[in-house]
């Protein structure tokens, strides 16, 4: 992608021979589309007397989207109830009935008593930063984050390619070579630089988190290159801005510390029905600030992955005596598997574009 990349690339080059693994897979590859593409589609075409494409990427992918649907159009929804607590700075929510009435008694039996601490746990959890990007992955979060499709995403990143503010975009990789590890500090701090989201945040960068030779395959990870420093972010296209600062932000977040916080989980019983409750601390933010950071940036931005954010627990004991303000039924609906949209693919993996001329 840089000029002192390739460079390095031609005075390091390596005998063809090492990359024969490579050739095989392709041709595998190439073999499987002739054996099961012309022969399957010939012969279902004549069976069914239409034509009928049948692939080694297209027809897995048909029958996930067909399963999938059967499973929603058989699908009935069942009603099912909860009974909540309020109690002092937390609510404890009971398990799923399906008979109301027996949620109603509940409620009554609860109502003005007062719930028991059975059991209390804290634990210190680390949360390693997220991975890099590979297409997969980074097509997924566009789709969810910025409601592009996978075929959209992939076209900003070709042009962010082009026009070498990004690396090569077709990499089934999310780490990066150990050949980048002394150049990483730089660029993340220039990363950082250009994006706007991050100010007043400390950047870190922790290479280890992020380099891995055996997990590299043809291609790297998606990252910016250099070239950010002389950039005019603000003249690329509004597509090609977000699905840049999206890679940008992954970087930054996958070279900062672990996310560390301390986890409560307590169970209560109230009228000889077990409650339970859980909420977090949050010791040292880590990488999750600056991803909140980019999330507070988005227009609409959806939740973020793993559901909302616990809330704190006081301190807890165990047999504590805590008094009910309010119980409450609360009513819902199992819900049927969610329609597949083209993220589907990236998902599941089967997911490939096809090739621009010159994209490598």
């Known amino acids: 992608m840089e000029d002192s990349a390739i460079r390095e690339g031609f005075e390091n080059l390596r005998p063809g021979a090492d990359y024969d693994g490579l050739h095989q897979a ?11 593409g012309i022969n399957a589609t010939r012969l279902f075409s004549v069976l069914y007397r239409r034509t009928l494409n049948i692939g080694r990427v297209m ?3 048909l029958a996930l989207i067909v399963q999938r649907e059967a499973e929603i159009e058989a699908f009935q929804p069942e009603p099912f109830f909860t009974v909540a607590l309020e109690l002092p700075g937390f609510t404890a ?3 799923r009935m399906k008979d109301k009435t027996a949620a109603k008694e509940l409620e009554t039996a609860c109502q003005g008593g007062s719930a028991v601490v059975k059991q209390a746990q804290r634990k210190e959890k680390s949360e390693k930063p997220p991975a890099l990007y590979d297409l997969t992955t ?6 969810r984050l910025l409601g592009f499709t996978a075929q959209q995403t992939l076209d900003y990143l070709q042009n962010l390619y ?8 077709r990499t089934d990789s999310r780490y990066l070579t150990s050949d980048m590890a002394e150049g990483l500090s730089v660029l993340v701090n220039l990363t950082a630089n250009a994006m706007p989201f991050r100010k007043g945040i400390g950047i870190t960068c922790n290479p280890e988190a992020v380099i891995n030779d055996k997990k590299v395959t043809d291609h790297h990870a998606v990252i910016p290159t250099r070239n950010l420093r002389d950039a005019d972010l603000s003249a690329l296209p509004v597509g090609e801005k977000a699905v840049l600062e999206l890679v940008a932000a992954r970087l930054l977040c996958a070279v900062a510390e672990p996310h560390l916080y301390e986890e409560t989980a307590a169970t209560l019983v109230c009228a000889g029905q077990e409650f339970a409750a859980k909420g977090k601390t949050i010791q040292r933010p880590g990488w999750r600030k600056l991803d909140a950071a980019y ?15 616990e809330k704190t627990l006081p301190e807890l004991s165990q047999g504590q005596s ?3 303000s309010n119980a409450s039924v609360k009513e819902g609906k199992t819900s049927p598997p969610k329609h597949f949209t083209d993220v589907l693919c990236c998902q599941c993996g089967a997911w490939k574009a096809p090739r621009k001329k010159g994209a490598g």
């Open 322 to 324: 805590l008094p009910v």
């Open 162 to 169: 082009e026009k070498k503010l990004c690396t090569y975009p």
């Open 26 to 36: 392709a041709l595998c590859r190439a073999k499987a589309d002739w054996l099961v």
């Open 93 to 95: 929510v009971g398990a």
């Open 295 to 309: 999330h507070a940036g988005l227009k609409n931005a959806p939740e973020p992955e793993g559901g909302p954010e």
């Open 138 to 143: 980074l097509q997924r979060d566009a789709n």
């Open 59 to 61: 027809s897995p992918t």
